[in-house]
């Protein structure tokens, strides 16, 4: 039996969830639809919008349309570069989906020569080239991989943007002593492990072994991961998990399986419990404790893609997919909202949990 998590269009629907087994839940067209349609109003939502940027003069006082033409929708910039990457892999995974022709379009028009040409010119000014290190950086990386095998031609266009990203983050990782590891924006792991996607998709070999090698450093020896601070109150990214999928995506699967036995010995029991059991959102229409629907959706995302490095026959793939589902039927419920703190970032890290392995 296969179980299904159901939105109706409008994200107005109860959610029947059957009991939890260790088969994962699929994204279904019709919930594929609902997410392109909010994607596509937020990607163009200019307003409200949290501007986060370095003014070298009277003249950069500019509304996001202007400062960012490609990327000025669904309240701030990282957000608004992986809502494009949904919607590219919606588009790409279903291609019967009714909303393909208007996402079509929507890429069209964002993803110009000139936008993009105005968006490199932008990190490439003066006090400028942190801006968005690394979350953003790495989200833009995401969407390429979605676009290469989308559409060769937006693929590159968007190069030159790509190109400002994939040499910072060399740059940035190089520099950096130690990882961060916390269950926010600058979290490493996180950071690696979409750039990696990208460099397996693009075939960048430079890039790939580079991560790789940063990832094997920095958490080779990592061991007895008590999940002590886990998580903190205001986390949308779990930093073992985070880590755990970064490793297992660096790793051959024999390694990966003995690295895990060090890093999360309890794992086939369990333990430790506060991985395995949903974080209570005590007040999701509070823009920083909403973090935490995210968080639930990250963890179901890492738990998915750790059990897909494990052999079925491993108690820790079954352990790992029932915890992904259970942190969904605690999360997409939470989505059944009008409330644009939460719809315009959430529903990318839902798409990517339901699809991705």
């Not at 960012?68 to 989906?97: E, I, K, N, T």
């Not at 105005?118 to 979350?135: K, Q, S, V």
């Not at 450093?217 to 205001?234: I, L, M, N, T």
Request: hydrophobic fraction near 45%; charge should be negative; glycine fraction near 4%.
């Amino acid at each position: 039996m296969r179980y299904v998590f159901f939105f109706n269009l409008n994200f107005r629907s109860s959610i029947g969830l059957p009991s939890v087994t260790n088969r994962f839940p699929i994204l279904l067209p019709e919930q594929a639809s609902g997410f392109a349609r909010l994607g596509l109003v937020n990607v163009r939502r200019e307003y409200p919008h949290s501007v986060q940027h370095i003014l070298n003069g009277p003249e950069d006082v500019r509304t996001p349309r202007e400062l960012h033409p490609a990327f000025f929708g669904s309240y701030d910039w990282h957000s608004c570069v992986h809502q494009h990457g949904m919607l590219v892999r919606l588009a790409r995974l279903f291609p019967d989906l009714p909303e393909r022709a208007e996402i079509d379009r929507v890429l069209r028009e964002h993803l110009t020569v000139e936008n993009i040409a105005a968006e490199t010119a932008y990190f490439l000014a003066p006090g400028r080239t942190f801006f968005e290190r690394p979350y953003g950086w790495a989200w833009l990386l995401k969407l390429a991989a979605e676009l290469q095998t989308y559409d060769a031609k937006l693929a590159e266009i968007l190069a030159p943007l790509v190109a400002v990203m994939r040499a910072g983050l060399f740059a940035y990782l190089v520099a950096l002593v130690d990882p961060v590891r916390h269950g926010v924006h600058n979290n490493t792991a996180f950071a690696v492990k979409l750039a990696l996607d990208y460099a397996r998709v693009a075939d960048d070999q430079a890039l790939k072994l580079f991560c790789t090698s940063r990832m094997a450093f920095w958490f080779g020896r990592d061991a007895d991961y008590g999940a002590r601070w886990e998580p903190s109150g205001e986390d949308f990214l779990s930093p073992a998990l985070t880590e755990a999928e970064v490793m297992a995506a660096v790793l051959p699967p024999e390694n990966f399986s003995g690295w895990l036995d060090r890093f999360l010995p309890g794992l086939p029991e369990g333990e430790p419990a506060k991985l395995f059991t949903p974080v209570l959102v005590s007040n999701p229409n509070d823009p920083k404790i909403a973090h935490l629907i995210g968080l639930n959706l990250n963890r179901a995302w890492c738990w998915r893609r750790i059990a897909s490095a494990l052999v079925e026959s491993d108690p820790r793939h079954t352990r790992a997919r029932t915890a992904a589902a259970a942190h969904l039927e605690a999360a997409l419920p939470m989505l059944n909202t009008d409330d644009f703190s939460r719809t315009h970032w959430l529903v990318s890290f839902a798409a990517y949990a339901l699809t991705e392995e």
